[in-house]
């Protein structure tokens, strides 16, 4: 059985109204369902989640809380707990993607984040990428640290339940992806550095590209790049484009 390509649709802070929120979901819901191969996970702002999910009865799209904080509850003003969001009905949760590195996440935050959401039983989806590239190689130091660090907690037996995201923040915006053999020189490479720190596991890691990701690249990506899916961020935000995307991911298969 061919497993299925696995989409993260990141929303970050859109759209401005639960409304346009429910038409967003009702849209891309639809497109899931005609989607064959392909497992969605929708990842709404938080204040949104529990309303969506509540309200969502069918089977193939599931629910990510884009930030959550580790600890159990306390004194941590603004912030909202795993333990929270799942009650919420998050399955997954994203951890460590570079706006919140950016924001002053650090290593040793995801760390704590990767460990409480597999203590919860949710998956974490944990993002790793340099923010430049000089030529020099120094994005395989940073990304084996950000992978060292991350998951330093996590029992060689569980790496199944973690998803990798290979962002390079210097797409992150941008119009074109990065080419698919890089993203297959880079998976080769955190494989190994997972199997160094955690076993024989580290060679079946799931590894999703996230930067700049559309209807144009996906299939070339898929086909050379050595991923599983796609954290998506602009065009999961777009209902036509995130449609078109996954008809794309379709004809790839």
């Known amino acids: 059985m061919v497993a299925k390509t696995i989409v993260v649709a990141n929303w970050k802070m859109n759209p401005g ?32 989640l529990r309303e969506l999910s509540q309200s969502y009865r069918g ?21 909202i707990s795993l333990a929270q969001t799942k009650d919420a009905r998050a399955r997954y949760v994203i951890v460590g993607h ?10 040793d935050d995801t760390r704590k984040k990767v460990a409480a959401a597999l203590a919860l ?38 790496l199944g339940r973690v998803l990798i995201v290979y962002e390079p923040l210097w797409t992150i915006g941008a119009k074109t992806t990065m080419n698919p053999r890089e993203m297959h020189q880079m998976a080769i490479f955190m494989r190994k550095c997972v199997v160094d720190s955690h076993g024989e596991g580290g060679r079946s890691l799931k590894i999703l590209y996230g930067g700049s990701v559309d209807e144009k690249n996906a299939g ?34």
């Open 220 to 253: 070339a990506m898929l086909r050379d790049g050595d991923v599983r899916g796609f954290l998506v961020g602009r065009a999961s935000v777009n209902a036509l484009e995130f449609g078109k995307l996954l008809e794309a991911i379709e004809r790839a298969q």
């Open 98 to 107: 570079a706006e919140r590195r950016a924001e002053g996440e650090t290593d």
């Open 121 to 158: 039983k949710m998956t974490p989806i944990l993002c790793v990428g340099e923010s430049s590239r000089t030529g020099g190689g120094e994005q395989f130091n940073v990304v084996r640290e950000q992978l060292r660090v991350g998951l330093a907690d996590v029992a060689a037996s569980a």
């Open 17 to 48: 109204s639960f409304r346009e929120a429910k038409k967003l979901f009702d849209a891309e819901k639809k497109a899931a369902e005609k989607a064959r191969g392909v497992s969605v996970i929708v990842a709404p702002p938080a204040i949104f």
């Open 59 to 79: 089977s193939k799209v599931a629910f990510a809380v884009q930030n959550a904080h580790f600890g159990a509850g306390g004194a941590y003003t603004g912030e």
